[in-house]
């Protein structure tokens, strides 16, 4: 496994991450073994949320890396408020809410540190200064080692870039969303790394039947996807391989998380892992061609 600094930070992180959204049903020993397995595979960074099943999922993964927390790089998120009734949640940025949050994510995870605490979405309404603030007292009080966000929204995360300490920003990312593209150097600037999700997007990359995508036609999502079993089959690796690389083929961005589910859907991965050693030089521009690139619209506010 290869290991990349995220941003400023002395944390390496396993180019490939565990996204545990994916894993439901809380610490059930299929969870806790499919999460063992990837650890002994090399991947050392496990994200997750307070908002995943109520917490539930945080729990999963305190009990998981119980035994190996040392050697793992967690993190979570904040941010979004579950109501009372178990209706739904709210948008709840605010510096108290914060500071009450992290010790419930640190319970639950059964550590006394989370080493990147991230900001769960954002608007450009929010008290900015006053997240800023919670993260870094925080930070001074040990209970994370940095802190980061979540978010798509440019006029978001280019205040954080200018405001604050993060260390990365997690934000959806493939050869079908490049809308991130445009804002590599911005983050390259800042000393700031990038945590791709949604690499294979929601499976159409593979072999998933096409469907509409980001303002992409099924005739281009077919288009693209044969390229890529074009290619795959002339240099052969897998679909998953390509998907991943024309990611990670990027230094700013630090690890790729992928939500796995099942034992298969690892080993998939795992195949998919030891083919990346054959498209590190690749050249995979001409998967592009055919594809016009689309950018944040409805993500500007």
């Not at 500071?99 to 450009?124: A, F, N, P």
């Not at 030891?274 to 689309?294: A, C, G, H, V, Y």
Request: hydrophobic share 40%; aromatic share 10%; glycine share 8%.
């Amino acid at each position: 496994m290869q290991y990349n600094n995220l941003g400023q930070s002395d944390l390496k992180i396993s180019e490939i991450g565990f996204g545990n959204m994916s894993l439901e049903g809380g610490a059930s020993k299929a969870n806790i073994d499919l999460i063992a397995e990837a650890f002994d595979h090399g991947i050392n960074y496990f994200d997750t949320a307070d908002l995943y099943e109520n917490g539930l999922n945080e729990e999963l993964i305190g009990k998981a890396v119980n035994t190996f927390r040392d050697r793992v790089v967690l993190a979570t998120k904040v941010g979004n408020e579950w109501r009372s009734d178990g209706s739904g949640w709210d948008w709840n940025p605010r510096k108290d809410y914060i500071l009450r949050m992290v010790d419930k994510s640190l319970q639950r995870l059964k550590t006394d540190y989370i080493d990147v605490y991230q900001l769960h979405g954002g608007t450009k309404e929010d008290p900015i200064d006053e997240v800023v603030e919670a993260f870094e007292l925080l930070v001074e009080a040990g209970k994370i080692k940095y802190y980061g966000i979540s978010s798509i929204r440019p006029n978001v995360f280019t205040q954080y870039l200018n405001k604050s300490n993060i260390v990365s920003n997690m934000m959806q990312y493939s050869l079908l969303d490049r809308r991130p593209e445009r804002y590599f150097e911005i983050f390259e600037a800042h000393n700031t790394s990038i945590i791709s999700r949604g690499s294979l997007a929601q499976g159409l990359l593979l072999d998933k039947k096409a469907k509409p995508y980001l303002g992409y036609e099924l005739g281009e999502i077919e288009l693209l996807n044969g390229s890529v079993g074009k290619l795959g089959r002339q240099l052969e690796v897998s679909k998953q391989a390509i998907a991943l690389a024309y990611v990670l083929q990027h230094d700013v961005v630090a690890s790729a998380v992928v939500g796995i589910r099942t034992a298969n859907q690892m080993k998939e991965l795992w195949l998919a892992y030891r083919d990346l050693e054959k498209l590190r030089n690749q050249d995979l521009s001409m998967l592009l061609t055919d594809l016009q690139p689309i950018h944040y619209t409805g993500h500007l506010s």
